[in-house]
């Protein structure tokens, strides 16, 4: 049973792209929201270069789109802890990847 569990789930350290350590919460969570919302913003699709085609399968076989249930994000994102919530915001992309 997990939720007997005396382990806690937990996050970093973190190191960016500078060499700067986030230990702290609220420093994670910056970290992790300068993350999500470098991913998640919208870009100008007229400077956007192309990837290299990889997927070598069927035509028929490549996700193409990718639908997100409601249900699954509040599921996924209930809870008020930041620690908490960016455990919730790995298993978000998780489910919407599975």
């Given at each position: ?15 960016d792209d500078t060499g700067i350590t986030a230990i702290l919460p609220e420093d994670l969570a910056d970290k992790f929201n300068i993350y999500f ?62």
């Amino acid at each position: 049973m997990r939720s007997r569990s005396r382990t806690k789930e937990t996050i970093g350290p973190l190191v960016d792209d500078t060499g700067i350590t986030a230990i702290l919460p609220e420093d994670l969570a910056d970290k992790f929201n300068i993350y999500f919302s470098s991913v998640f913003t919208s870009e100008n699709k007229t400077t956007v270069t192309s990837a290299d085609e990889v997927y070598k399968g069927q035509e028929s076989d490549k996700l193409l789109d990718i639908q997100i249930e409601s249900g699954k994000v509040k599921k996924c994102l209930t809870g008020s802890d930041v620690i908490k919530l960016v455990v919730r915001m790995s298993c978000l992309l998780g489910c919407l990847l599975s």
